[in-house]
Structure formats: C-alpha cells, structure tokens
C-alpha cells in the first residue's frame, strides 16, 4: 500500500512538473465533453508546438483547475523564446520561496528574480508559483509578450481590459483563471499583432523558438565584421572597445550625416578605447576627428534578450569621453548591456554654416553630434542580438549634455522607434535657432581668416568672404584643420550664447523645438530624470567670480565672498537642478497617454561628516557626481579630489547607495519602472504626479547606510527663485549672481 501511494505520488508530481514545462499538456480526443469545448483553442497551441504535452488526456477536471503563477509564467518565457534559458539557470539570486515550483521549474524562478520580467507579481521578496493566477496577472504576462507594458501603454490594473480590447477576450471575466481559460487566452494572443508592428505574436514565436544562448567570450560577430573584446574576471563581465559604428566623418564626410562603417574580415581588435572626439583640453586640442566609436559591456553569461542601456557622455557638447562612464560593473548589478558612445562634438558636431548646404536635409541641419547617437542606436538594433541584447528594450540615456542630447532625441522625428525608455541625469529642455548657428559659424570663420593672415580685421575678413563662391567657402572650410576649428570655437560652460547647438533645423529637431511635447508629437516613453542637491556647486567654483578667492583661500576668510559663494551654490542650484529635474517632469506629465516619469535628487555629500568640511562647503553634491555611484568607479568628483571625498569612513553608506541606485535603474531597464529596486528593503519609487505630496526621489547615505525615501522637496522655476534672491540678498549680491554669474546659463534664460 505503501508503495502504490508512493507510486501515486510520484506519478502526480511528475504530471505536474510536465504540465508546467509544456505550459499545458495536448488535449486528446477521448476526454470528455466538457473538455471539448475547450478542444478548439488547446488544437490551436499544439498546432502553435506551443503545447508539447504527453498526449495521454486532459480531463473536465483538470481543465476546471485553477492555473497558478508558475503555469502562467513559464507560458510568458516560451512565448518570449526565454523557456530554455530560464530552464537552465544556475545562479543563485532566487526568490525566497522558489523551492514551490518543485525541482524542475525552481531554476525558472530564479531566473525571473535576475531577470525580472514579471516583478509586477513579485513582493517581499516572493514570487509565490503556486498561487493562482488571476485574469489581470495573466493580461500583464500576455500583453507583455506582445510589447505592451503597464503604465506605458496601459494604466495600472487595466491589463485585462486593455488585453480584451486586443482580442484577447477570454480575460474578460474578473478573478482567477482555470486552465481552460489559461488556454483560451493564449490561444487569442498568438493571433494579436504585436506592438512594433511586426506580425502576430504567434509568428514572433516561431521565429524565436528556442533561439541561441548567447556564447559567453570576447568573440563575436557584428554586421560589419567579427571583433575581439576584453573579459573582466573579477566583475563577471565582458566587453568590448572602440568598436566602430559609422565611417570615420573625415574629408568628405566632415560636417555630413554620419554613413554605415566599411565592413572588415579579418577579427578586429576590440581592447581598447578609441580616442574621444577632438576637443579643447585646456588651450591644447586632444582626441581625433575619427571619433564615431562605441563601446558594450554585458554579464559572462549565457543570457539573451537582455536589456540595453545606451549612454551619451556629457561635457557641453563640447569635451567628454566615454571613458568617463565605464559600465564593466553597471552592466553585471544590472543584469543588462551597457553600451557608451563618441560623438562629434563643438564645431565638428554642430556647425550651421550656409555654405556647407547641398539641399539634403540631414546634412545641412548642423546637428551632426545628434545624428550620430542616432546612427549608434540604428547599431544596435541591427547588432545587439549577436551580443545577447534586446532591441526591443533599448533606453536611451545620458549625462548633462548627454542627457540634453538624449531629451532632443525624444522630440526627434528620426529617433522614432530606437528606443523604449529615456533616462537623463541633469540634462534640460534646450535647443537652439538656425540663425544662431550661422552666425556664430560667420564670427569663427572671420576669426580664422584673421588669425591665418588673410584679413588684418573682422571687417576685412567680411569683405573677403562675401568675395567667395559658396563652393570656395565650403571648400575653405573642409580644408581648415579640424585642430584649428576646435580651438576657434572656444569653451563655454552651460551657455548656448557662446556655443549654440541642437538646431531646430525642422529636420533632426522640429522647428518648434521642446514645445512639440505639448502637442503630443514626440516619442512617450517611460523616463527617468536625474538632479542633483548641489547641482550648481561646480560651475560655481569655476567661475572667475569665485575662483581667485578659492585658489587663494580667500572664500574661507572674506566673509562678503563666501556669504556670496553660499547664495550662488543655494539658489543656482535650485534653479539648475529643478530645470534638469521639475521643469521636465512637469513638462511631460502635462501630455495626455505620457507614460510614467520618474525623478531623483542626489544628495550624498551635503550631510556633515560624510566627506571633508571644505569640500562639502564648495562643492557638496555637484553636477555629475551620481555618475561614480552608477558605475561603482572613482572617474569624475573623486579623481579630482582623491582625498576627502571617497574615503574609507564613507565607504559603508557610499557603496550600499551605489547598490541601491543600480537596483532602482535595473528595474527600470527592465521594466520601465524603478519600484522597489526589486527588494523589499528599498522605498517604493513612485512616478512624478501633479501636486503629489513627495513627487521626487532622495538618494543619499551617511558614513554607514542608506538614506533613501520619497522627498516633499520641490525646486522652483527661474522667475521664483530670482524673486526669492531679490527679497533675501543684497543688491550687490543679487547684482552679482543675476548679472554675472548665473547670465546666459541654461536655466537662467
């Protein structure tokens, strides 16, 4: 007896086990006649070969079940071509009560908790695979597989509806699902049209069937050719440098739309980085004008489908590399593909001159540092998948310039369809006129003219121009060397006077500039926006206004000149920060069916005795510093200052910040909402609402821990905060700032 029970035992976990790993057995023709009504849609699946089942029947009863979770699940990963991947796991983030989905599927868990597709289903750390699974859960799931994604496409808690209203009718029923209806629904979704436009959802799956494993080593193959990369053992990734993703825009091609690269057989080396774009280091020009290179990094592991984050450097669209945003680190905490991009940048990638016009609209907009990001995404979607990547899930962020670069391409009418989601820390709204443009191209031409000897004044250097043919002054300027350009074109430091650029050409960026966002007309995606507590601090500091007093101590002892230092870093930052982070929000939430945005304000550094007295006097949490703590490198602030800043006594609170901003963007990459950063340990990150009591989220950390939460902190516009000055400095003071230091600045326009 005890023996049939342990036979009768074995026997049901097993049908269990098979019934998950084949989604649903295949229906046989001698069950009864209540299964039959169901016969029609279970046919259709094992048409599909989505149903591999056993053939040995599938009862009334068993249909009359409830599906669970795990069934529900396991039907997503197949549909998504992820079943066997996930099968495979053998890592060990899991969630806590994995073991309930039996041996076999336990590593299906796991893999959901690294990749987590469905985190909507999963709290406190449980995925719960044998709970049932409701018509609503099961909506997300399907319309997921589709492309469509909650609060993207859909309101919270409208899946079912929203799936109805895509012939998925079977989920029209409030509660839980039976395996009949699980069937059904599936059956229905295979015939939807997925969102990108590309077919059914049944022929996305049997072009995806059981796809390839991504082959973990530095070799791999791309469009253009095979290249070699780097591994890096001690963080458990791969990657790959300087790899080209357009010709090098030089002689004919400079100041054009950036083309396809030339294509290589023999293996290219993929080790190093390539230069940075030709740029102004101090009165020296560094870098090469052969500059449009990427750089990728991803887990060595054998995932796929894996989401992609490609990042723009900032600098001012003027200096910058990616070596100042290494994702080695970022791309194993995230579980996703980190991909850095040159660009041409100051008069190499935004140069508006009439002359240089030849009637094609890319190549006479001026905006050639815009369009190669938009080349480097074209890469991707037509070369990440040999690199295991997602071109479906591609977020396109940036830092300062580059996240003024990246808020462009959203309103951008070529950028439609390279991207998924936006994330950009401590980039605004501008952009700049054409007219702009050609005449500050016209002041650098007359000023080279000058300096070459072949006019003595500006107004000769006019008069010699206007003797030119447009063929002789385009020939002219393609003959400059690129060095020379560089220099003539100067620095500035977040001013569009002296250095305009992103030109509302009509073409590139719409003739209407950031104001297309009110009308509707720009790509709503989910978007991240980040600011800083300080975000002022470090063009205070190198302002000529304060930066004799700080090199000679002076700040610290003239109590006028600190007082003033004070009042630029307090109300430069309120109003830097709230035009990176406020104004944009506000901005977009305006927009009727503007999927979800999120907000952040770093902050680490500002509490006394995180970092040294002095620094957190002048600089505090400046312009830039979140990037080391996405990274979990010391490029930016702390290079500059190697003592006092990232120091052994910080290292506890820094570094669990470090985790938790990387958990909070790997949810996001993943799903297009930070939540919880996938642990219940970690305040729920809510979207940027209007009037919202705590609409923003504060990062920071003491010497030993986390401080992290949902802020009531509100930053003010321009207006505001110039009358919050005028009331509380004084006239010399307020004269200084508003005059001199804060004149022309982005936010001060």
Known sequence: MRK?????????????????????????????????????????????????????????????????????????????????????????????????????????????????????????????????????????????????????????????????????????????????????????????????????????????????????????????????????????????????YAAPPVGELRWKAPVD?????????????????????????????????????????????????????????????????????????????????????????????????????????????????????????????????????????????????????????????LFQKVAAFSGGLTTAAPEEGEKKSGDVLEKLLVDEGKAATAEEAKAWIAKQSKEELAAYLRGLPADKLVSAFGGTAIRMEPFPHLFRDGTVIPKQGFDAIGSGDYAKVPVLLGSLETEFSGFAFGDPNFSPAINDGTLFTDKTKAEQYAAALKYGSEAYAGFNAERVAERLTKVSGQPSVYAYRFAWGTQPGVISDKLRTLLGAPHGADMDFYTGRADGIASYFPEGYFTDANKPGREALSDAMAAYLKQFLYTGHPGNGGSNELAAWTPWAKDATAPIMRFDANNEETEIGMSSQYNLDKAAVRAKMKKELSEETFKLLDEKVFNGRFFWE
């Open 4 to 244: 049939m029970k342990k036979m009768k035992r074995t026997m049901a976990i097993a049908s269990i086990l098979g019934l998950c790993v084949s989604g649903l057995p295949a229906y046989a023709a001698e069950t009864s006649g209540a299964a039959s009504a169901s016969s029609a849609a279970i046919d259709k699946l094992i048409q599909s070969q989505l149903i591999r089942g056993n053939g040995q029947g599938v009862t009334a009863a068993y249909l009359n079940k409830k599906a669970t979770r795990i069934q529900a699940a396991v039907m997503y990963l197949r549909l998504s071509g992820l079943e066997k991947e996930a099968l495979s796991y053998q890592g060990t983030d899991t969630y806590e009560d994995a073991q309930l989905a039996g041996k076999v599927l336990q590593p299906v868990v796991g893999y959901l908790k690294l990749h987590p597709y469905l985190q909507q289903g999963a709290t406190d750390n449980r995925f719960e695979p044998s709970a049932p699974i409701t018509a609503e859960g099961y909506a997300f799931m399907l319309l997921k597989a589709l492309g469509y994604e909650e609060g993207t496409d859909y309101e919270t808690g409208g899946a079912a509806a929203f799936a109805v209203g895509k012939g998925i009718a079977a989920l029209g029923q409030a509660g839980e699902l039976t395996n009949r209806q699980l069937a059904e629904a599936t059956a229905q979704a295979l015939q939807a049209q997925l969102k990108n436009g590309s077919g059914t959802l049944e022929q996305s799956w049997k072009n995806s069937a059981e796809p390839k494993a991504f082959t973990p080593q530095t070799l791999q193959q791309t469009k253009y050719g095979p290249i070699d990369g780097v591994a890096y053992e001690q963080y458990g990734t791969l990657g790959w440098l300087g790899v080209p």
């Open 261 to 417: 690269p030339e294509a290589w057989t023999e293996t290219r080396s993929a080790k190093e980085f390539a230069e940075k774009s030709l740029q102004l280091s101090g009165t020296k020009t560094v870098g090469s004008e052969d500059s449009l290179y990427l750089n990728i990094w991803r887990p060595n592991t054998t995932s796929s489908k894996l989401p992609v984050m490609v990042f723009v450097h900032g600098g001012g669209n003027m200096t910058g590399s990616t070596k100042e945003f290494q994702g080695e680190q970022l791309a194993r905490k995230t579980n996703s593909i980190i991909i850095s991009v040159e660009y041409r940048l100051g008069a190499l990638g935004f140069f508006k001159n009439a002359a240089l016009e030849t009637g094609d609209a890319l190549d006479d907009s001026g905006n050639f540092g815009l369009l190669d990001t938009l080349q480097a995404l074209k890469w991707v979607q037509e070369n990440i998948k040999n690199f295991g990547g997602d071109a479906d899930n591609v977020t396109l962020a940036g830092q300062s310039a580059g996240a003024r670069d990246v808020l462009a391409a959203m309103i951008s009418p070529l950028g439609e369809g």
